[in-house]
């Protein structure tokens, strides 16, 4: 589950760069372009999937099928918004040591 998670937030940043970028703020902007107005509680995963998904149709973007970055979206919420019912125990037997 942790590199699920990892990956998407891997994905997700790169998203934000690349949304950072095509605005074109000046580069002492963009810190508060990441961390204030692309920031999750402010412009969750989707929503930033779904301004993409418009640049891209608005513009000369490569053509990338909607219907898999929704896919993405709804499996990474199925892992961001899943109960935590499942818990892991790590022994540690210390006289391997």
């Known amino acids: 589950m942790v590199y699920v998670i990892s990956v998407f937030n891997s ?44 640049l891209r149709a608005t513009t000369n973007w490569p053509k990338i099928d909607a219907a898999k970055l929704h896919r993405l979206i709804h499996i990474r919420n199925q892992f961001a918004h899943s109960p935590r019912s499942h818990h892991a125990t790590v022994r540690i037997d210390r006289r391997k040591q």
């Open 11 to 54: 994905l997700e940043d790169s998203l934000t760069r690349i949304l950072i970028e095509e605005i074109g703020a000046p580069e002492e902007k963009e810190p508060f372009l990441r961390n204030i107005l692309f920031n999750n509680a402010i412009l969750p995963f989707g929503a930033k999937v779904k301004l993409f998904l418009h």
